[in-house]
């Protein structure tokens, strides 16, 4: 099966908005580095600068967001943070959402990233650790 992903617009935030919202606690925590309730998460999708920011997505079936993935530019650094919901895990969307063919690395190199100081990165599902249930 192959994975398409493709740039997200601003008329798709509330597929985004969406998204995030079906990510349980822990998920959220993962994705964005703190817990962040349902108004938190609709006020970050809002601020989001679609013009200077890149936002990738993966559909699924009915036409919503199964997978994420947002590079936010900042004057200093900027963050890259993926998610996709636990009923598509296992699949390949998150390398999908970052591999090069989906232009993140592309765009990061295009915009002069590589001299930022920092590139932060957050990926929801953390690596299976051994005995444990959770999968990346």
């Given at each position: 099966?192959?994975?398409?992903?493709?740039?997200?617009?601003?008329?798709?935030?509330p597929?985004?908005?969406?998204?995030?919202?079906?990510?349980?606690?822990?998920d959220?925590?993962?994705?964005?580095?703190?817990?962040?309730?349902d108004?938190?998460?609709?006020d970050?999708?809002e601020?989001i600068?679609?013009?200077?920011?890149?936002?990738?997505?993966?559909?699924?079936?009915e036409?919503?967001?199964?997978?994420?993935?947002?590079?936010?530019?900042?004057?200093?650094?900027?963050?890259?943070?993926?998610?996709v919901?636990?009923?598509?895990?296992?699949?390949?969307?998150?390398?999908?959402?970052?591999?090069?063919?989906?232009?993140l690395?592309?765009?990061?190199?295009?915009?002069?990233?590589v001299?930022?100081?920092?590139?932060?990165?957050?990926?929801?599902?953390?690596?299976?650790?051994?005995?444990?249930g959770?999968?990346?």
């Amino acid at each position: 099966m192959q994975v398409v992903a493709r740039e997200l617009t601003g008329l798709e935030r509330p597929k985004l908005v969406a998204h995030f919202l079906a990510l349980d606690a822990e998920d959220r925590r993962l994705r964005f580095g703190l817990p962040h309730s349902d108004a938190s998460v609709a006020d970050n999708v809002e601020r989001i600068d679609f013009g200077r920011d890149a936002l990738f997505g993966v559909f699924d079936d009915e036409l919503g967001v199964a997978g994420a993935a947002h590079l936010a530019r900042a004057e200093d650094h900027a963050e890259l943070g993926v998610s996709v919901l636990p009923a598509h895990r296992g699949r390949g969307i998150g390398g999908a959402l970052i591999a090069e063919r989906a232009g993140l690395f592309d765009y990061a190199l295009k915009s002069q990233l590589v001299t930022a100081r920092r590139l932060l990165a957050s990926a929801l599902a953390a690596p299976k650790a051994p005995g444990s249930g959770r999968s990346s």
